[in-house]
């Protein structure tokens, strides 16, 4: 990549205008004749660790040219979206789920402008578990989650689709309906992808709230307590969370390190 390009393509991203104004207190030599001066407004300031993200990510998918169509509009989407009092997702794992969500979007098999990321590469103890309305580009919740027991302690590294493996799946799902299970108001969720995680439904791999789902757990043990494979949220907001996303929204497990799956993935492909 040409580095020297990066300004001029974040600047024609971001209509990133600054203002020049005179500065009645310097010219030039510094004599005070009215020099020039740049000013960039508040409003047009990026987080450098936002900068530092975006640049890491376009060195590994475009070393020797300028970003893609794609690529802008991904970072044109990850630079608006309002975190509010929440951090963003990574950048690798927001634009997985940015270009699934848009193909199944455009294959009719999403109902609500909703996208729910949960990036199994972090600890337990982390929030790794983002809601966003894609339409007001709004974080709206960021949450710790569960993984399954059989996929690791702290952080989740084997993930299965079979019966009784215990393990998280990676992938795509839609949302499906609710239910009242021991857990509680629950929310089922349909597996889009073959052999990644189809078996979503026989397994009962469902989002519901857990007592071991909880912050001060992970912070007391090292790792947030474990399910049979469902994504688990504190109660705290669980039932908010799923009575916002039931019903045909989208939800993302990623994880950074699981290339098998994330170079052969038809939604990612």
Request: some cysteine; hydrophobic content about 35%.
């Amino acid at each position: 990549m040409n580095f020297k390009l990066l300004p001029l393509m974040m600047v024609g991203l971001l209509s990133f205008k600054p203002m020049t104004i005179n500065d009645p207190n310097g010219d030039n030599n510094g004599n005070g004749n009215g020099k020039k001066v740049t000013v960039v407004t508040k409003s047009s300031t990026i987080k450098s660790k936002e900068i530092a993200a975006v640049t890491k990510t376009n060195l590994k998918s475009n070393a020797s040219s300028n970003l893609s169509a794609f690529d802008k509009m991904v970072l044109s989407e990850y630079l608006d979206l309002d975190e509010k009092k929440f951090d963003k997702p990574e950048m690798e794992s927001f634009k997985a789920a940015f270009k699934g969500y848009y193909k199944l979007k455009g294959e009719g098999k999403l109902n609500k402008e909703l996208l729910t990321i949960i990036d199994f590469t972090k600890s337990s103890t982390e929030r790794r578990m983002w809601v966003i309305d894609m339409k007001s580009h709004e974080i709206l919740y960021q949450t710790v989650v569960s993984h399954g027991r059989n996929s690791g302690m702290e952080y989740a590294n084997d993930f299965s689709n079979a019966r009784e493996s215990y393990k998280s799946s990676l992938g795509f799902y839609t949302t499906a309906e609710t239910y009242m299970g021991k857990h509680g108001l629950s929310l089922r969720l349909d597996g889009l992808e073959a052999g990644i995680n189809s078996n979503a439904r026989e397994r009962d791999i469902v989002i519901h709230a857990a007592d071991y789902a909880n912050e001060n757990v992970g912070k007391n043990q090292g790792y947030l307590g474990r399910s049979l494979g469902c994504p688990a949220l504190p109660y705290a907001v669980a039932h908010d969370i799923i009575k916002l996303i039931k019903n045909e929204s989208c939800l993302f497990i990623y994880h950074a390190d699981q290339r098998g799956y994330l170079t052969t993935s038809n939604l990612l492909n």
